[in-house]
């Protein structure tokens, strides 16, 4: 006999999905024009717009050449810029990747559909029959400023922001403004899911500052304004102090790499500040520093170790795109987010006290540490 299986069932894990369009986070199709037009306001838009961070172009050759390569995929190194050619077809899933590392996206909407759109009103190239790829218009431009809107226009675009052809500066402010409005937030996480071998104790226990450590780092991050999690282990949770909000991994036996994806799979369009609990010098006003100097569009940023001039990867900003990035390094056999931080495009920052990154995590160090500190 076979069993019924109840409406509610789902075949997949209930796992958060990033806020991704059909090529990245930010993607903007331009349609309702000729293609010319299309890439000469790109190739403005790209001018203007190049200190926000990489811009990304998606467009179709009307007058491609076969490919008559044996080859599948070929990569050649131009010198000034490198290129990968392709011979199969690609599917979305395939092309994020691809356009990770860009802030911006512009899209020909004439070819391609994107999850925002800027639309053209031009008698050239009417919309009528492209209707269905204007799911979240947010701008009206008119080719020339006489044009009218045509009723079944109207639905689509009543209420949005309209700027004629010529107004290519004030296209730009716009464009500028959304990508701005689209800046990922910064969540804290308090990693305390070490088991702290060498220490022989539970580092994020101990006491430094008259409460445990993670406790004070939690604080510290709630007294900037920065809702924080304490990431642990499973079996540490009946430890963790009573009203200190817990996340415990979801990826197992990897250490701080799988504390940070254990975190984007809770929360993948947030940025993760990760914080160990090994830095009982640490203070607030390096961690302000960190903020202040964050660039949301590297794959993190990070204090560079004034002990070994390397990233220091257990206090850093891991932006949203990280988490595709530590998913690679880890399909590839790698579990240490600081390769990953080595071999990826971030903001190196030197901190204002080389102490506060000192790491304690011998007996040893301890006393030393807490006579410090009480001196």
Known sequence: MISEVPKSHKKHANISRPSLGSFARNELAILGTPCGNIKQLVQHLVESLNDIGELGFVDADHKAAAYEDHQSLTFTDKISYRRLDYKQDFNSFQLKPLFNSCELVLVNGN???????????????????????????????????????PDY????????????????????????????????????????????????????????????????????????????????REDQTETIESGLPVLTDSFQGLGPMGALLTAFKSDPDSAWLAIACDLPYLTKDTIQYLLDHRDHTRIATAFKSPFDEFPEPLITIWEPRSYSVLL??????????????????????NAPEAKDLSNVNHPEEYQNAVADLRS
């Open 153 to 232: 226009l109207l639905p689509y675009v009543e209420g949005l922001p309209v700027l004629d052809w010529e107004q290519t500066e004030s296209i730009v402010k716009f464009v500028r403004d959304w990508v701005s409005t689209r800046k990922p937030s910064v969540k804290g996480l308090v990693l305390a899911g070490g088991k702290s071998v060498r220490m022989k104790r539970d580092k994020g226990a101990i006491d430094y500052h008259g409460v445990s450590q993670r406790q004070y780092v939690h604080g510290q991050l709630i007294s900037l304004g920065i809702d924080s999690v304490v990431s642990c």
């Open 328 to 349: 690679n390094f880890l399909s590839q056999g790698y579990s240490c987010p600081r390769k990953a931080l080595i071999n990826s495009k971030i903001n190196l920052v």
């Open 111 to 149: 070819h391609f559909e994107a999850a925002n759109q800027i639309v053209i009103l031009d008698q050239k190239k009417p919309l009528e029959r492209k209707l269905a790829r204007l799911s979240n218009p947010v701008l009206l431009v008119k080719k020339t400023p006489d044009l009218e809107v």
